[in-house]
């Protein structure tokens, strides 16, 4: 099935390390993504992992993935203000298809 | 710096009303997606193209939407006649499928702003 879920608000301080979890439901994926929302924007690629990676990592960005229990994570560390958006995990169906989780509203705090 | 570019930004329009929305995708990119954004289903993907054929329309109400690339360069969305529960954010997005699996980028347009009145 085509089932991606996350949780729908993070609140995180300034300089902390945001963590945003994900998980997804078809085994056979072959990427999974992480996109950033900014307000009246559009989607960003922030990053992705091929399925048979466990880790990525990208200046800020760490991406984990645990394929066994198909649960991925992004951890922002030194959170900023303008890290502040909504992100989402999606994961490949098939051929081309991204099925999209409901986004996580980052909010970062002073 | 290359992007997805899609027009209008924002559109209101009256209830019956004929909305046309066009894309055009990343140079090179085999592959189109449309997805719509609302808050009540979040993002679905409405149908998709490579190299300007449809595969997968599956998501569109047929009745009323229609999507086509009439060249590499251009994609279009249509609703005809628009209501008002049409109104959502349409995106374009683009990739290319290398050989042998799947592209692994996927670009996405700032979006079109769609409000039925």
């Known amino acids: 099935g085509e089932d991606v879920e996350q949780s729908l608000f993070l609140s995180v301080r300034e300089g902390d390390s945001s963590v945003i979890n994900c998980t997804y439901t078809?085994?056979?994926?072959?990427?999974l993504y992480w996109y950033k929302q900014e307000p009246g924007a559009g989607l960003q690629l922030l990053t992705y992992?091929?399925?048979?990676?466990d880790m990525k990592q990208d200046q800020r960005l760490t991406v984990l993935l645990n394929k066994k229990d198909k649960h991925l994570s992004l951890r922002i560390a030194d959170t900023q203000t303008g890290d502040s958006a909504i992100y989402f995990c999606?994961?490949?169906?098939?051929?081309?298809?991204?099925?999209f989780g409901a986004g996580t509203t980052v909010t970062v705090r002073a | 710096d290359a992007r997805v570019t899609q027009t209008p930004r924002h559109k209101v329009t009256e209830m019956g009303q004929e909305v046309t929305m066009r894309c055009q995708p990343i140079?090179?990119?085999?592959?189109v997606f449309w997805y719509r954004q609302t808050m009540m289903q979040g993002l679905e993907l409405l149908a998709y193209?490579?190299?300007?054929?449809?595969?997968?329309d599956s998501g569109m109400p047929k009745d009323r939407f229609s999507a086509e690339m009439p060249d590499a360069t251009l994609a279009t969305l249509k609703i005809q006649p628009s209501e008002p529960r049409d109104s959502a954010v349409y995106f374009c997005?683009?990739?290319?499928?290398?050989?042998?699996?799947?592209?692994?980028?996927?670009?996405f347009g700032e979006g079109s702003w769609l409000t039925v009145v």
């Open positions: 997005a683009s990739g290319l499928l290398t050989t042998g699996g799947y592209g692994n980028t996927i670009y």
């Open positions: 999606a994961e490949s169906i098939g051929d081309y298809k991204l099925s």
């Open positions: 193209f490579r190299n300007r054929a449809p595969l997968d």
């Open positions: 078809d085994s056979s994926s072959t990427y």
């Open positions: 992992i091929f399925s048979n990676m």
């Open positions: 140079l090179g990119h085999n592959t």
